[in-house]
């Protein structure tokens, strides 16, 4: 069973345990998070808590991810355009309009398509790891996604994805003629109610709601009506 550690800083206190998981590199979705609080693999300050638990700063929240059951994986219809791999990750292509991981049990999701892959792979060994993902996109965002192949894999990738020794860069194309680069501080605030978020800008505070995020963009190439820009997600905030 792997642990993981957790202590709430400021700009997190208030949170709720499980939407406080959710904003940190653990690999699972917010369902999965949910459920392992349910399960009793969620302690805050060495107790056992209920998910709607709102955290103090300097709350220490430690994490239980049970050693995965074996599975048997499906076929899944999504092509796996792989980038990289070794023996510990891999690195996929997700193209636009694929999920990462499913929102529901009758999603198909990259993550089903790549245990299948991988199943077929590893016929006739025995394994109980099931590949994770270290990061997710959006359905309709194309790019890089990293998996740990094995359970060192996952937490090595995963704490570059913390520490942000791993760095997250973007292109998007936006309205507007853009010529300098910027660097933008804020707050994100989600209304869990409709899945919508609000950003506010401004320097770090610790009276401000919401979590702080950063982000960096540089022009790259623009007329008067579009700029294409490079990204980076200095915070990795869901929808950011």
Not at 76 to 82: A, G, K, N, V, Y
């Amino acid at each position: 069973m792997e642990q993981r550690e957790f202590i709430v800083e400021q700009e997190t206190a208030g949170q709720r345990i499980d939407r406080f998981l959710s904003g940190e590199d653990t690999g699972l979705s917010r369902s999965a998070l949910q459920a392992l609080v349910a399960e009793g693999h969620v302690q805050c300050n060495g107790k056992t808590v209920a998910k709607s638990l709102k955290l103090k700063a300097g709350d220490t929240v430690l994490l239980e991810i049970p050693d995965a059951k074996p599975i048997e994986a499906v076929p899944q219809d999504i092509p796996l355009d792989i980038v990289y791999e070794d023996e510990k990750v891999i690195f996929l292509n997700k193209p636009a309009g694929v999920l990462s991981q499913k929102a529901k049990e009758t999603d198909v999701s990259l993550t089903e398509a790549l245990g299948a892959c991988l199943s077929e792979k590893n016929a006739g060994e025995e394994t109980m790891f099931r590949a994770g993902l270290c990061n997710r996109l959006d359905r309709n965002t194309s790019g890089l996604i990293v998996a740990g192949k094995s359970l060192a894999g996952l937490q090595q990738m995963g704490e570059l994805f913390k520490k942000r020794t791993l760095k997250k860069y973007y292109l998007c194309i936006v309205k507007g003629r853009i010529t300098e680069p910027a660097h933008i501080r804020g707050y994100l605030v989600k209304d869990e109610k409709t899945n919508r978020v609000s950003l506010s800008k401004g320097g770090f505070s610790k009276d401000a709601k919401g979590l702080p995020i950063e982000t960096e963009y540089v022009p790259i190439a623009w007329n008067e009506e579009m700029t294409l820009l490079k990204v980076h997600l200095i915070t990795g905030r869901t929808h950011q």
